[in-house]
């Protein structure tokens, strides 16, 4: 007689749960039955948050879903992340956090899931659990102190142009031992190029990729970058505009053992213009890019 899918032993089912995204852990395993329910909210479950992958338009399925199902009548992106980091604990491996976070989820995570190895920060960093109110660098000036309490961090992803990035890695330097690489998602800012090859040149791997846009990075910085972390094992360029990838740029990454890089191009999208305004000019210059800003 075949056995039934409620029948199996809770391990069995932990070990097939943690593979889910958690949009199906919260809104379709959680209500199939008790036994499924009770190993779906164990905390090997929920060792991989991430977050960015989730939807949390008011309107959209996701938090219709949620709200009709755990009979939630004011739904709010930080309660929600609250729920999910508090399930997962010390068990959190990888945390990926939304584009837009409130500050006091950070805080959360960092006293709650101390063990984290693969971090991604939000793009914006906002007030409480208001979205409109984002954060001044002033404000957020404690990011630095909540990334030392992750000392097993491993990598660390980071959304389009952060002017915090070097606060971040020096303390990563200080305090993460075992830190191996970053991916850069988006905007690089030069400022950012020079943190990553001033602070960090023992880096081993680093990927710059593209996110809703194509990822940017100037000649200069990714010269800065190769010059600065002669150790980098692993280089990654994905649909990124800035530079080409010649003779010269082959020739400083020939000490990488796999550079590895894709759809790169000189020519910079129209949609990019507007934010030439955080490079230095002498930096946009060097790059051969004319922006036709006048």
Request: aromatic content about 8%.
């Given at each position: 007689?075949?056995?039934?899918?409620?029948?199996?032993?809770?391990?069995?089912?932990?070990?097939?749960?943690?593979?889910?995204?958690?949009?199906?852990?919260?809104?379709?395993?959680?209500?199939?039955?008790?036994?499924?329910?009770?190993?779906?909210?164990?905390?090997?479950?929920?060792?991989?948050?991430?977050?960015?992958?989730?939807?949390?338009?008011?309107?959209?399925?996701?938090?219709?879903?949620?709200?009709?199902?755990?009979?939630?009548?004011?739904?709010?992106?930080?309660?929600?992340?609250?729920?999910?980091?508090?399930?997962?604990?010390?068990?959190?491996?990888?945390?990926?956090?939304?584009?837009?976070?409130?500050?006091?989820?950070?805080?959360?995570?960092?006293?709650?899931?101390?063990?984290?190895?693969?971090?991604?920060?939000?793009?914006?960093?906002?007030?409480?659990?208001?979205?409109?109110?984002?954060?001044?660098?002033?404000?957020?000036?404690?990011?630095?102190?909540?990334?030392?309490?992750?000392?097993?961090?491993?990598?660390?992803?980071?959304r389009e142009y952060q002017p915090y990035t070097r606060?971040?890695?020096?303390?990563?330097?200080?305090?993460?031992?075992n830190f191996v690489g970053i991916k850069k998602i988006?905007?690089?800012?030069?400022?950012?190029?020079?943190?990553?090859?001033?602070?960090?040149?023992?880096?081993?791997?680093?990927?710059?990729?593209?996110?809703?846009?194509?990822?940017?990075?100037?000649?200069?910085?990714?010269?800065?970058?190769?010059?600065?972390?002669?150790?980098?094992?692993?280089?990654?360029?994905?649909?990124?505009?800035?530079?080409?990838?010649?003779?010269?740029?082959?020739?400083?990454?020939?000490?990488?053992?796999?550079?590895?890089?894709?759809?790169?191009?000189?020519?910079?999208?129209?949609?990019?213009?507007?934010?030439?305004?955080?490079?230095?000019?002498?930096?946009?210059?060097?790059?051969?890019?004319?922006?036709?800003?006048?």
């Open positions: 007689m075949d056995r039934k899918w409620d029948e199996l032993e809770v391990d069995c089912l932990i070990n097939i749960f943690e593979r889910l995204e958690l949009e199906e852990l919260i809104l379709e395993v959680a209500f199939v039955c008790k036994s499924w329910y009770r190993a779906s909210i164990s905390p090997q479950c929920w060792k991989s948050l991430n977050f960015d992958k989730l939807n949390f338009d008011p309107s959209g399925p996701l938090v219709t879903a949620f709200s009709h199902q755990y009979g939630v009548h004011n739904f709010s992106v930080a309660g929600f992340l609250t729920m999910a980091i508090s399930r997962g604990g010390p068990a959190v491996v990888e945390l990926i956090l939304p584009a837009v976070c409130p500050l006091e989820n950070i805080i959360f995570a960092s006293n709650r899931c101390p063990y984290v190895r693969v971090l991604g920060l939000p793009m914006h960093i906002t007030k409480h659990s208001n979205k409109e109110l984002l954060m001044s660098l002033e404000e957020i000036s404690p990011l630095g102190e909540l990334i030392s309490k992750w000392k097993d961090l491993e990598f660390l992803h980071i606060d971040i890695l020096l303390s990563i330097k200080s305090h993460c031992k988006g905007l690089m800012g030069d400022d950012e190029s020079s943190a990553i090859a001033e602070v960090l040149p023992g880096l081993k791997q680093l990927t710059v990729t593209s996110s809703a846009t194509h990822a940017f990075m100037v000649r200069e910085s990714l010269k800065e970058i190769l010059k600065g972390c002669r150790e980098l094992e692993v280089l990654v360029i994905n649909n990124c505009c800035g530079f080409e990838v010649d003779e010269e740029i082959l020739e400083m990454a020939s000490h990488i053992k796999s550079f590895m890089y894709k759809d790169v191009r000189l020519n910079v999208d129209e949609n990019y213009y507007p934010l030439a305004i955080i490079f230095d000019p002498v930096t946009w210059k060097h790059s051969g890019i004319d922006l036709s800003l006048d």
